[in-house]
């Protein structure tokens, strides 16, 4: 098993597969690099040097005792990025979406482009939901799966669901102004059917200056695993598409040559 001291802290890593640019795989909250690794990986490492990593508290990444949050959730990820010695593809789920937008905002030499499927800008932008605690149905089967990978056990998998819970209650907290300062190309990608409104989406579309947008059809928060190949082939196409693209009828993008 490969490990990485990431600011001090032993990170559980996915060696790079593949060949081509470089491509960094963030994986949700509640969740590990498995989760993407298995699904839009295998077809992203036919195009791509592919390479992933737990999370401190989620995974094989042992937690600490600091809450969880955006920025350590980025600085952890700068620091991956800094490890690995080059720019980087950003390719994040849910909370991973969230991190790779807070990368590129911070650390745009380290960013090539974002693709940011079920992420959020502000936690306001959220369906109404029942919060995961432990008291719910499913808690039993995550903590089992938890203990499964984490050196922390089962007694600690409540604890994570905790500092989940309050992350997602008040995080991230970025108006559209902030959105506004990225300067790396952005694919903002959802389901028709995700945990995000779909005017919030279209808000993080449009705020994100040259961004493109994918509304999957019939699909929820787990797009990329409901709807596999097709999201792996729209974001294989826009990390290797020419920029910006020419269309026969642009309205929000200039006219090439304009």
Do not use: C
């Amino acid at each position: 098993m490969a490990y990485v001291e990431l600011r001090g802290h032993p990170t559980w890593y996915q060696p790079a597969k593949g060949r081509g640019k470089s491509v960094v795989l963030l994986h949700g909250g509640l969740s590990s690099s498995t989760s993407l690794w298995h699904s839009i990986g295998p077809g992203l490492r036919k195009h791509f040097r592919v390479s992933a990593f737990d999370r401190r508290g989620h995974g094989r990444s042992a937690d600490t005792d600091q809450p969880f949050s955006i920025d350590a959730m980025a600085e952890e990820t700068v620091a991956f990025l800094e490890h690995l010695g080059t720019r980087s593809h950003l390719v994040g789920h849910s909370d991973g979406a969230n991190v790779a937008l807070a990368v590129a905002m911070r650390r745009p030499d380290l960013v090539r482009r974002v693709v940011a499927v079920g992420g959020n800008f502000h936690y306001s932008g959220l369906m109404a939901m029942e919060p995961f605690t432990p008291q719910s149905p499913g808690f039993g089967d995550f903590a089992q799966d938890f203990a499964a990978k984490s050196p922390d056990g089962l007694a600690h998998a409540a604890l994570v669901v905790e500092k989940t819970r309050v992350l997602i209650e008040n995080e991230p907290n970025w108006t559209v102004d902030d959105l506004a300062t990225i300067s790396r190309p952005v694919l903002v990608m959802a389901g028709d059917d995700d945990v995000t409104t779909i005017a919030h989406v279209g808000a993080m579309f449009e705020a994100i200056p040259n961004a493109q947008l994918a509304i999957l059809p019939g699909a929820s928060h787990g797009v990329l695993k409901e709807h596999t190949q097709v999201a792996t082939s729209m974001i294989v196409h826009f990390l290797k598409s020419t920029l910006p693209p020419v269309t026969r009828a642009p309205i929000r993008r200039k006219v090439a040559g304009e």
